[in-house]
């Protein structure tokens, strides 16, 4: 490949975004804003201080926001020396430049290299014109399934059932509901009572649970048969993703679909979860913290070899659709949308990528998720060099 001028980085540099803002989005569907919970928005210090990473090239920029004040420190101190020069297009050589400092694992380090990566895609994407999915290969779809994803409501809310109802009328792939730690502390009774209505109420639609990693063993296999009865189409994190228990769980006589892989962020725990005994029915990257969309390729891949699905997690939604969109419905069948929560995070950009008829459109602009909205460019009059 011809080195492109432009795609080469001469500045790291970083400004001041406003402070995530509290309480619910507007505009949500009554039906899901009656069964929600407040969202932690300013009380997590990552949305109280947070900062737009901006790759500098010949007359062009690559973004990646928000990233929090910790993850950016990791950035200023071990990578920016190592990026200046660096070919924002050279992806495959980004992993051997010079990095400074002795943390290289764990979720901080591998956020910052994520947010490093995937503001590398947006620069190359500017610089040359193309799509992101053009560079990973091309798009092979227009459009991407979306899962809801129903973390921010309370199962046990007497509105439940109705934003169970409203999921399935809206055209999404499926619902996942979160395994809360009163239902968890519960045992099988409680969660059979929380969740047989909302199953009832999803009629055919699919239906997915989220333990969060809250499940000890004793717990997670006591809830398998509620599960199995449920026709749950996976169980997300049952336990922890770094237990050495993935493997009796799956041995258990109750077949449950078991996913993970979000909080997999270095590169041996993912291995691990997808080499080791066959713990996993369901791969789960966030290509915003286990390394970028390279790496999340890569994982597709080897978990598509495996004969496992992807379904990427939401918490960096455009990445996740531009994965999904380089990737037939076989390997990447939907991607996690979070009804509460992404309207928050897409507050920074100018155009909001919402579900439409339970699907998400696959930008075909250049930008990873286009440019920031007027005001946060206004406050990103603050820059750290």
Same mark, same amino acid.
């Given at each position: 490949?011809?080195?492109?001028?432009?795609?080469?980085?001469?500045?790291?540099?970083?400004?001041?975004?406003?402070?995530?803002?509290?309480?619910?989005?507007?505009?949500?569907?009554?039906?899901?804003?009656?069964?929600?919970?407040?969202?932690?928005?300013?009380?997590?210090?990552?949305?109280?201080?947070?900062?737009?990473?901006?790759?500098?090239?010949?007359?062009? #920029?690559?973004?990646?926001?928000?990233? #929090?004040?910790?993850?950016?420190?990791?950035?200023?101190?071990?990578?920016?020396?190592?990026?200046?020069?660096?070919?924002?297009?050279?992806?495959?050589?980004?992993?051997?430049?010079?990095?400074?400092?002795?943390?290289?694992?764990?979720?901080?380090?591998r956020a910052a290299a994520s947010a490093v990566? @995937?503001?590398?895609?947006? @620069?190359?994407?500017?610089?040359?014109?193309? #799509?992101?999915?053009?560079?990973?290969?091309?798009?092979?779809?227009?459009?991407?399934?979306?899962?809801?994803?129903?973390?921010?409501?309370?199962?046990?809310?007497?509105?439940?059932?109705?934003?169970?109802?409203?999921?399935?009328?809206?055209?999404?792939?499926?619902?996942?509901?979160?395994?809360?730690? =009163?239902?968890?502390?519960?045992?099988?009774?409680?969660?059979?009572?929380?969740?047989?209505?909302?199953?009832?109420?999803?009629?055919?639609?699919?239906?997915?649970?989220?333990?969060?990693?809250?499940?000890?063993?004793?717990?997670?296999?006591?809830?398998?048969?509620?599960?199995?009865?449920?026709?749950?189409?996976?169980?997300?994190?049952? @336990?922890?993703?770094?237990?050495?228990?993935?493997?009796?769980?799956?041995?258990?006589?109750?077949?449950?679909?078991?996913?993970?892989?979000?909080?997999?962020?270095?590169?041996? =725990?993912?291995?691990?979860?997808?080499?080791?005994?066959?713990?996993?029915?369901?791969?789960?990257?966030?290509?915003?913290? #286990?390394?970028?969309?390279?790496?999340?390729?890569?994982?597709?891949?080897?978990?598509?070899?495996?004969?496992?699905?992807?379904?990427?997690?939401?918490?960096?939604?455009?990445?996740?659709?531009? @994965?999904?969109?380089?990737?037939?419905?076989?390997?990447?069948?939907?991607? =996690?949308?979070?009804?509460?929560?992404?309207?928050?995070?897409?507050?920074?950009?100018?155009?909001?990528?919402?579900?439409?008829?339970?699907?998400?459109?696959?930008?075909?602009?250049?930008?990873?998720?286009?440019?920031?909205?007027l005001a946060y460019r206004q406050a990103f009059a603050e820059v750290i060099a």
């Amino acid at each position: 490949m011809v080195p492109i001028p432009r795609t080469v980085i001469h500045a790291v540099r970083a400004g001041r975004l406003e402070p995530q803002l509290p309480g619910l989005p507007d505009g949500l569907p009554p039906q899901i804003a009656d069964a929600a919970v407040a969202p932690a928005g300013p009380a997590w210090a990552e949305h109280r201080e947070r900062f737009a990473l901006e790759l500098v090239g010949d007359g062009v #920029s690559g973004w990646h926001a928000p990233i #929090s004040a910790a993850v950016w420190q990791i950035i200023s101190d071990d990578h920016a020396a190592g990026l200046i020069g660096h070919d924002a297009a050279q992806h495959r050589r980004l992993p051997y430049r010079k990095v400074t400092g002795r943390h290289r694992a764990g979720a901080h380090a591998r956020a910052a290299a994520s947010a490093v990566e @995937l503001a590398c895609w947006d @620069l190359a994407s500017a610089a040359t014109g193309r #799509s992101v999915p053009d560079l990973l290969g091309g798009a092979v779809r227009p459009l991407v399934p979306a899962y809801a994803s129903a973390l921010g409501l309370d199962p046990t809310h007497p509105g439940a059932p109705a934003a169970t109802a409203w999921m399935t009328g809206a055209g999404f792939w499926g619902q996942k509901w979160p395994l809360t730690k =009163e239902l968890i502390s519960g045992g099988p009774t409680a969660v059979a009572a929380a969740l047989v209505p909302l199953r009832e109420a999803a009629g055919d639609g699919r239906f997915m649970v989220d333990g969060l990693g809250r499940c000890r063993l004793d717990d997670a296999i006591r809830l398998l048969p509620v599960l199995a009865d449920l026709k749950v189409v996976f169980a997300e994190e049952l @336990l922890p993703p770094g237990s050495s228990s993935w493997a009796r769980l799956q041995s258990m006589a109750v077949s449950v679909p078991l996913a993970a892989g979000e909080h997999a962020v270095d590169t041996h =725990e993912q291995a691990r979860l997808l080499l080791g005994r066959g713990e996993l029915d369901v791969w789960q990257p966030d290509p915003g913290w #286990s390394g970028g969309l390279a790496q999340a390729i890569r994982t597709t891949d080897l978990a598509a070899d495996l004969g496992l699905p992807t379904f990427p997690h939401g918490a960096h939604l455009p990445a996740a659709v531009a @994965l999904a969109a380089a990737n037939c419905r076989d390997r990447v069948p939907a991607v =996690e949308y979070h009804l509460t929560v992404e309207p928050l995070r897409q507050q920074i950009y100018a155009t909001s990528q919402t579900a439409s008829d339970g699907q998400l459109t696959v930008r075909t602009d250049p930008g990873l998720a286009g440019p920031l909205a007027l005001a946060y460019r206004q406050a990103f009059a603050e820059v750290i060099a």
